[in-house]
């Protein structure tokens, strides 16, 4: 029951982990978090190795004291890990070597946990191995629900006070292994593990977020405000308030009002949204003045189908010119429950609007299951005003790659178009990419002139491009020039587009922006894509990652035109991987490989009690890792996806554990269960993604 417990308090305590530097940096670091736990549990290991009489002649002893320094490490770890001289920032990484040395440190402070508990766990294989299927299945079962406990307590707790929570687990499971007579040290480590843990949970560190966050710049606005707090395993959500924050995006220079104040709502310190009042009939709404308003310049707009909806501008927008049926989905009920609840009056009661449906699921599901179909819809924003530096390079992005924009254009009336709104960005990437994704859609659709379908009109900071599945008429086409002349707004893809009419309001450096839209329209699309110093090949629902543009070979080409500072700042997210994977494999050398150097003994069976080993573990965690990427799409949360994934795995190695513990072995069985393992993957593998 005691291994069961700390096991359960390990995993739980790796999501935790994975929240906590979602919300102070970036989603990058679930990776660190797991390859840290590994290297933990590696290292203890090695440990167990050397040690091994040292700690079996003393497990009485050592087995609780393990666990009682396992909780005092939980729940000193977060606080430790943000005090100023350890705490680091994704984006000062590649600035110097002092943040690079300050994420070694934190390595250090997350290792210690992990480490302790494999210690203890690790002991208690080695002095019961007569019953190791029995104790390996407690392992993997109490590791199972350790899952689930991190997602239970997201929806009470705040994200700091979580590990302090949890390590309460560790100290139970100690003084369940506490024999009648503790000794001295015993009473010791007790009550230091229970006087970190008391003191965490009273006072729970303050969680500081990168200066970089979006929230982080916002709470530099005057009377920055925050209204409401809310955690959940979909994040945590915070409602901001200051009266210089307007929303505004890629605003019309002819707009005649002065830009309302708005209130606004970050996950995770990222921004979400903003909260917009239903606006009266005749009044001037700044979203009529933007980009986003270029499907209305066509008529018939009487149904529209808003994806990701967030907190609910292009909903608004839909409401004031008038759709008839509107249809929005949003995967977070959290923020459904705020809107509906909390934040009803400051959006005027939107949710109950008689021509709104909203749907609380993932949008692609809605595509898939979804039996109607609309004259608009609308995908989110894509990237952010001034960019991110490439942060979201590994992040998933389902609803802008190929499959999706298929499933889009499937549910579109006949003269019905999507509209998706970019901020322009230099030099262009999300801009092309998004184009190449939308022609090879067409493609697949044999739509071989997609220069006909697509029409893209440019302010001075987003671009809206706006697909057809049917030739743009000229009367459509007149009314798009119409809207921009109106609005001080340039076409920048028409069917019959003039150059001179490109850069009319909006004028660019050159003409380079251009020749690559058009490029992208012609039959060859191919050789471009392919020269391009970025990867703007469309992604898919295979390599679903949207923001990764590095090229390796381009890199030198990179460094001659932006110099060698800048280029990290174009793919931060993609080398901050590189990065943590450098130290974790250093780490692991030291920590694991070089020690077993010293190791004497028979070496007879090592080589193959290596491959052995490496390659179940290996194969084991690439399983895992393509299950998570691929659960993320039907979940729509990877939180939800690296829960499930692990738990049902670790379930499912625990009954086998058990099994195993009460089958003879034979060469025979053990070809069966691995040609078992390759069915099983191989089935997976053709029917899982349909």
């Known amino acids: 029951m005691a291994i069961g417990l700390l096991s359960a308090a390990v995993i739980a305590y790796q999501l935790a982990l994975m929240q906590i530097l979602a919300i102070t940096q970036w989603h990058h670091f679930a990776y660190m978090v797991i390859s840290v736990a590994l290297l933990g549990f590696g290292a203890a290991g090695t440990c167990l190795s050397l040690l091994k009489k040292a700690l079996t002649n003393r497990f009485d002893q050592a087995f609780p004291i393990l666990m009682f320094l396992c909780g005092a490490a939980m729940a000193a770890g977060i606080g430790l890990s943000q005090h100023p001289a350890i705490r680091f920032d994704s984006y000062l990484l590649f600035a110097g070597d002092l943040h690079a040395g300050r994420l070694m440190m934190t390595y250090g402070l997350f290792f210690v946990p992990f480490c302790l508990a494999a210690l203890a766990i690790g002991l208690a294989f080695t002095q019961y191995s ?46 369940m292994a506490v024999s009648r007579k503790p000794g001295a040290w015993i009473m010791i480590t007790a009550t230091l593990s229970l006087t970190c843990i008391s003191a965490a949970i009273l006072r729970p560190p303050t969680l500081v977020p990168s200066e970089f966050k979006s929230l982080s710049r916002a709470m530099q606005l005057p009377d920055a405000e925050m209204l409401l707090e809310k955690n959940s395993p979909y994040g945590f959500l915070q409602v901001f308030s200051s009266p210089a924050l307007r929303y505004a995006p890629g605003l019309s220079l002819t707009y005649p009002e002065t830009v309302p104040v708005r209130r606004a709502v970050f996950n995770n310190g990222d921004w979400v949204g903003p909260l917009m009042a239903r606006q009266p009939e005749n009044a001037t709404s700044v979203m009529d003045f933007s980009t986003a308003s270029l499907p209305y310049a066509l008529e018939g707009r009487r149904s529209a189908l808003v994806l990701n909806m967030s907190t609910g501008p292009h909903v608004v927008q839909a409401i004031h010119r008038g759709v008839d049926r509107i249809t929005a989905v949003e995967p977070n009920p959290v923020l459904l429950a705020l809107l509906e609840t909390e934040l009803s009056g400051e959006v005027d009661n939107l949710l109950k609007h008689p021509a709104l449906t909203v749907k609380n699921t993932d949008s692609r599901t809605w595509l898939l299951t979804d039996p109607l179909f609309y004259d608009l819809i609308v995908l989110p924003t894509i990237d952010t005003f001034g960019g991110t530096s490439g942060l979201n390079a590994i992040q998933e992005h389902y609803l802008f790659t190929k499959e999706a924009f298929g499933d889009v254009l499937r549910k579109l009336t006949p003269k019905g178009v999507l509209s998706i709104i970019c901020w322009m960005d230099y030099p262009p990437r999300h801009t092309l990419k998004i184009l190449s994704t939308i022609v090879e859609s067409l493609a697949e659709r044999g739509i071989d002139n997609p220069g006909n379908v697509i029409a893209a009109v440019r302010s001075w900071g987003t671009i809206t491009f706006m697909v057809k599945k049917t030739p743009f008429t000229p009367e459509e086409i007149q009314n798009i020039r119409e809207f921009c002349r109106k609005l001080s707004f340039d076409p920048a893809l028409l069917p019959d587009i003039q150059s001179l009419e490109r850069a009319f309001f909006n004028v660019l450096l050159d003409d380079l922006f251009f020749n690559a839209l058009d490029q992208l329209l012609s039959p060859n699309r191919a050789e471009f894509i392919a020269a391009y110093d ?92 393509a299950m998570i990427q691929r659960f993320g799409l039907y979940f729509g949360n990877t939180l939800h996806a690296v829960a499930t994934v692990i738990s049902a795995m670790l379930m499912a190695s625990g009954m086998g554990s058990y099994a195993s513990a009460r089958l003879t072995s034979s060469r025979i069985k053990s070809s069966v269960v691995l040609a078992g393992i390759i069915l099983l993957l191989l089935v997976d593998s053709v029917f899982l993604t349909p």
């Open 130 to 175: 007569h019953c190791i299927g029995i104790l390996y299945c407690w392992n993997m079962t109490g590791s199972a629900a350790g899952g689930l406990i991190a997602l239970g307590l997201m929806w009470i707790f705040p994200p700091g006070k979580i590990p302090a929570i949890l390590a309460i687990i560790p100290f139970i499971s100690g003084l």
């Open 534 to 625: 970025f990867n703007i090949d469309p992604s898919t629902d295979d390599r679903p990652y949207f923001a990764q543009f590095l090229r390796w070979k381009s890199l030198p080409n990179l460094v001659d035109h932006f110099g060698q500072q800048t280029v990290p700042f174009f793919e931060i997210g993609y080398l901050v991987v590189f990065l943590t994977l450098f130290q974790t494999s250093l780490a692991a050398v030291v920590l694991m490989i070089i020690p077993l150097f010293h190791k004497t003994g028979p070496s007879h069976g090592r080589t193959r009690i290596f491959f052995y080993f490496s390659g179940i573990g290996i194969g084991y965690i690439f399983v895992e890792m």
